[in-house]
């Protein structure tokens, strides 16, 4: 696995939309050999939980707790995987992170099964 960059964290307040980009430096979506992606996040009292995931055909998948609210896309052209985040909440609050996945399922099930989530970048939403 390659381990990826998030980046696009920052403060907001609830209700506020914010979007998140994932990638590195020399990598391409494209090419990867790489089934899935997803995002990650760890909540500010700790806890990690599989948000969503994307298929190399663009199949989707989310956690409940944002479906309907995030959007996962991956744009080839631009070697970006993107997370858009609307109607946000403090619980959103948290570090998230970016990885391959061997497919989408494990990201929401199990994502420790992901071995490396790489650099991650800060959300905060204040009330």
């Known amino acids: 696995q390659v381990p990826l960059v998030a980046s696009g964290g920052a403060s907001v307040q609830t209700g506020g939309s914010l979007t998140l980009s994932c990638g590195k430096v020399?990598?391409?979506?494209?090419?990867?050999?790489?089934?899935?992606w997803g995002w990650l996040r760890q909540g500010t009292r700790g806890e990690r939980e599989g948000i969503a995931a994307i298929d190399r055909d663009g199949a989707t998948l989310y956690a409940d707790s944002v479906k309907g609210r995030f959007t996962i896309s991956k744009d080839n052209t631009k070697n970006t995987l993107h997370l858009l985040m609307d109607k946000l909440k403090p619980e959103d609050s948290g570090m998230y992170y970016c990885?391959?996945?061997?497919?989408?399922?494990?990201?929401?099930?199990?994502?420790?099964?992901?071995?490396?989530w790489g650099q991650g970048t800060e959300v905060t939403v204040s009330s």
């Open positions: 990885a391959e996945a061997p497919d989408t399922v494990p990201v929401i099930t199990d994502p420790d099964a992901v071995v490396d």
């Open positions: 020399g990598y391409t979506y494209a090419t990867s050999r790489s089934h899935a």
